[in-house]
């Protein structure tokens, strides 16, 4: 299997205020940083889910990132929601101003210091002709988040357009197109995002085995969808037995692996949302054993958009959006604020892998009857890095047949 991630994140216009800190003794690391991650991405699925029953798909971590970057431009109760909306206000220190940039940096070189993973990210800032951004900051961004900033006439709508959806689709290997259609020509700034990542199974799924099955939307509709089938081993699963919901881990050939989260049968998935948490999360692959398994997983392929200025207030991030905010670090130009906050994630799920298809297929023969992982439900799933256990993106699936 082969699955290619991407996304991107857009803001425009900001401003002003003053942070709120408390003080803890020890230093915050990179593990108490992709815990927190963690737990926004998680509060932040089920705002999302608040809002339809539909398939879900984003990438908390570029949401994050974003944001991060747009905390350092900001300062009073802006920059203070900012980070109590992405679960970051207790890593704050007073007397280590870039402590939140500094973590957001190393995890990025944890994630990227394996050569071969096919992962990328990048922050870049698109800028009115006449708007100043301050020295300071985009010293900062570039230093901490390898930012790249550009200047653009929004006034010519037709070239700004052409020119962002390029900068996006170019740095999400062609993946995500046409993002921006329309820019308000007094537009001051945007600062987008991207996230692209491809990855091979480790143990692929052959083509061959693949066949139509049934996919239970619910009690009422089923679907036909493709079912990859393999059969291993090597499989690590578990039983949340409380939450009535079983687990499984796929991994990449990178270092990062996909968790699948398939509610019981007969389980309405929606009870599961409140329930999904960072240390449930972690208890879930700390508590993985290897197993036997016959396991059969729908090919699918999503792609999601979402209106961020319209959730993120759900979190408490509003500042932003209106003539109170504060991002005086960015620039003294007078009323800044956020106009539109963008996110746009694709996903493909298939049985593309490496030239090990063949010899997996040989290890089929000759076993016991071993259990079953029929993913022909709604289920969850995660992608996540392996070494920092970050959370790189997140997902629901209800119709599979729905792009």
Not at 121 to 130: D, E, G, K, N, Y
Not at 157 to 175: E, F, H, M, P, Q
Not at 382 to 399: C, K, P, Q, W
Request: hydrophobic share 40%; with cysteine; charged share 20%.
């Amino acid at each position: 299997m082969m699955m290619k991630v991407a996304l991107l994140f857009l803001l425009t216009h900001v401003c002003t205020f003053t942070p709120v800190y408390q003080t803890q003794e020890r230093s915050p690391n990179i593990t108490d940083l992709t815990y927190k991650n963690m737990d926004f991405a998680m509060n932040l699925y089920r705002k999302i889910a608040g809002y339809h029953d539909k398939n879900i798909f984003f990438s908390p971590l570029s949401i994050s990132t974003a944001f991060a970057t747009l905390s350092m431009a900001a300062q009073g109760p802006t920059r203070d929601q900012i980070l109590k909306g992405l679960n970051l206000a207790h890593l704050d220190r007073e007397n280590q101003t870039d402590i939140i940039p500094e973590l957001f940096q190393h995890l990025q070189e944890n994630i990227t210091q394996d050569g071969s993973l096919k992962f990328d990210q990048s922050t870049a800032l698109f800028v009115r002709l006449t708007f100043e951004v301050e020295r300071d900051y985009s010293d900062q961004i570039k230093k901490f988040f390898n930012a790249d900033i550009n200047n653009v006439d929004f006034a010519d709508r037709k070239a700004s357009v052409a020119l962002i959806n390029d900068y996006i689709t170019r740095k999400t290997g062609n993946k995500v197109k046409e993002v921006v259609s329309n820019l308000d020509p007094l537009t001051q700034l945007m600062l987008i995002n991207t996230i692209f990542f491809q990855g091979e199974w480790q143990m692929p799924f052959n083509p061959n085995h693949t066949e139509n099955g049934r996919f239970y939307i619910d009690n009422y509709n089923i679907v036909q969808v493709p079912m990859m089938f393999r059969m291993e081993d090597k499989f690590y699963t578990m039983d949340d037995i409380p939450l009535k919901a079983k687990v499984l881990k796929l991994p990449y050939r990178e270092g990062v692996s996909m968790l699948i989260l398939l509610p019981n049968k007969g389980l309405d998935y929606t009870t599961i949302d409140d329930e999904i948490t960072a240390k449930r999360f972690l208890s879930w692959i700390k508590n993985l054993k290897k197993m036997k398994l016959e396991v059969q997983l729908p090919k699918f392929k999503m792609e999601q958009s979402y209106a961020m200025h319209s959730i993120l207030p759900d979190l408490g991030i509003s500042s932003i959006f209106h003539d109170t905010a504060n991002l005086t670090r960015l620039s003294k130009d007078p009323g800044l604020k956020v106009s539109e906050v963008l996110h746009k994630a694709v996903i493909e799920v298939d049985e593309r892998g490496t030239t090990a298809a063949a010899a997996t297929e040989g290890t089929i023969t000759g076993y016991a009857l071993p259990s079953s992982f029929i993913v022909n439900r709604p289920f969850f799933f995660f992608i996540y890095h392996e070494a920092t256990n970050s959370l790189l993106f997140m997902g629901r699936v209800i119709d599979p047949t729905k792009n």
